[in-house]
């Protein structure tokens, strides 16, 4: 168990002695913005589908603060993602727990920021903090993503007793070498996707299932915000009841094959793409090895597997549209 | 109250009496594909927001089916929206709850059809059938977005009491009202956009709160599926904290500024599109007539008003593109 983990076991269990007067941890809570938040879906997804009666929520920060669950408050934890601990809707979401007296965690990359002031628990998270993400020498096991997930495993673990705890926990020890192996094996293929989408004005990402933020990521954070290309996450299952009609020759889709069980959804679409498009870039978890990983608890491995190899491919296609992954026109830039 | 409001009252009731031995229903799932998933969005914010003991979660069908949370039994409701009785993986979901001994609520408009048969309750909701939805003569109030919101806010009141079930049941009183004067409001504006966006490859819809869900269908229903047109949805509130980036003076924009809870989230992207942006075209309940609706529940209604007061823009937007709502290139026409 590595020490982001360790601190998140006994914070939950610390939680539930002290909400156990007043019925203990009723509520759930994710919250961020941005890729924090993307980060954040698959722990949603965990508790959505393991618990039985523990709510949840993922929310951007400030719909949190403006559109409050009712129920926030002494029975709450919200968890919160702000990478340098100073986005001011997260702060705010943050002190909204403090008042309300839900506890408060906060998963955070700087040692000091202005978010820390909130935190009942502050955990700092794993970071490969080298250019454009390709050092890869970081524990993934300590990454944001999954931090929130021990969150979750913990909290319907501790309450309601998580048959496959330690299988996730195998998966844990076993994601970073899978990751690692993973981002070595798509370094030609990143190459020729980049030449081959380099000049596109729009680009579409596809997934389903826990790993779905990953492709939200990929889309607001990258094409998006760092390379200003047009984007849309469409998730698998929804494609054949709309978004399929835009399919043809010359739209572009990058799709996410997951491990687990919405891998159907998945493998439908790209039938569906391989027969009506004809520029698919696959991510194929199966092939890019995190089957090794147990099929009662892979589902939530997908985000963290994909969200790490995008990087390759990104700074790839940085390289060939000689547009870096830094360069920004709005962003902490002009008045928002 | 209307007849569909009535029914779905009883059926509440019913099922609270049903399984209050084993301890009342505990979980309520929306479940459906593509516009009928969209519709369902309302009804899950408000028990997020409203309710302090009911888990709630919104699946496209296929990812439900395979996905299935771990609770879904006996203790659940299964709300699932399907226009014809006839989407196979709808018909799945509804077949699993029978299974499963979940109560199975279905909103459909055909009086017959595959799915009735897994109903425990089977909702005929309103549904202006006219060409392109134009003749807006129906009672808005029977329509599925509300008999979906009537299923949460009863299930809710009958279990932990809604303050607001008065003012809702106000709202609905005077939705129709509301809606028949936007539309009109709209007509020559509708006419304006046409002519502006006709031509344009891709167009981006906006909004945030519980009526995100009417950007989702213009954008995958309308934009991609019926004029084959790129589009993505983007969050108001997460657009600050990536998509951002990819405003310019020749990206166009639709944006929904909701009334209620959320608002400042809407207004704060359209200040920044004011100043970035040059092609914007918005859609302000506000200004459409929404606040004479409480504002304690006004958030609920924000999708009913923009859902239907979108078909004046997309039928004057496939005059202009020449391009029918009714014309399709795989939907029913390959295999998929």
Not at 131 to 140: F, K, Q, S, T, V
Not at 221 to 238: D, P, Y
Not at 303 to 321: G, Q
Request: aromatic share 12%; proline share 3%; glycine share 6%.
């Amino acid at each position: 168990m590595n020490k982001q983990a360790e601190q998140i076991k006994t914070a939950v269990e610390e939680t539930l002695a002290k909400t156990e007067s007043i019925g203990g941890v009723k509520q759930l809570y994710f919250v961020g913005c941005g890729g924090s938040l993307g980060a954040l879906y698959p722990a949603k997804t965990f508790v959505e589908t393991e618990s039985s009666t523990i709510k949840t929520g993922w929310y951007n920060s400030n719909e949190f603060l403006h559109a409050t669950p009712k129920d926030f408050g002494p029975n709450s934890m919200i968890v919160l993602a702000c990478h340098k601990g100073n986005t001011p809707e997260t702060i705010k979401a943050a002190a909204l727990g403090k008042e309300k007296g839900a506890t408060v965690i906060l998963l955070t990359w700087l040692e000091e920021s202005e978010i820390i002031q909130y935190g009942d628990y502050v955990v700092h998270y794993e970071f490969d903090a080298s250019p454009d993400h390709l050092a890869g020498d970081i524990d993934y096991a300590g990454e944001k993503t999954l931090c929130a997930l021990y969150v979750a495993v913990e909290l319907v673990n501790q309450t309601e007793s998580y048959a496959n705890y330690d299988k996730f926990a195998e998966g844990v020890d076993r994601i970073t070498a899978v990751i690692r192996k993973a981002r070595k094996h798509v370094a030609q293929r990143a190459l020729d996707f980049a030449q081959e989408y380099k000049d596109d004005k729009f680009i579409y990402t596809m997934a389903s299932g826990a790993g779905f933020g990953a492709a939200y990521m990929e889309s607001i954070c990258i094409f998006q915000e760092m390379q200003w290309i047009n984007s849309a996450v469409i998730h698998t299952g929804e494609y054949f009841h709309g978004p399929f009609e835009v399919t043809d020759a010359d739209v572009p889709f990058v799709i996410q094959i997951s491990e687990g069980s919405t891998r159907e959804l998945d493998e439908r679409a790209l039938r569906f793409l391989n027969k009506y498009a004809k520029r698919i870039e696959t991510l194929d978890a199966k092939e890019l090895g995190l089957s090794t990983i147990d099929s009662s608890v892979v589902d939530y491995f997908n985000h963290s597997l994909f969200n790490n190899v995008y990087p390759i491919y990104n700074h790839a296609l940085a390289d060939a549209t000689k547009h870096p992954l830094t360069t920004r026109r709005y962003m902490w830039k002009v008045e928002y």
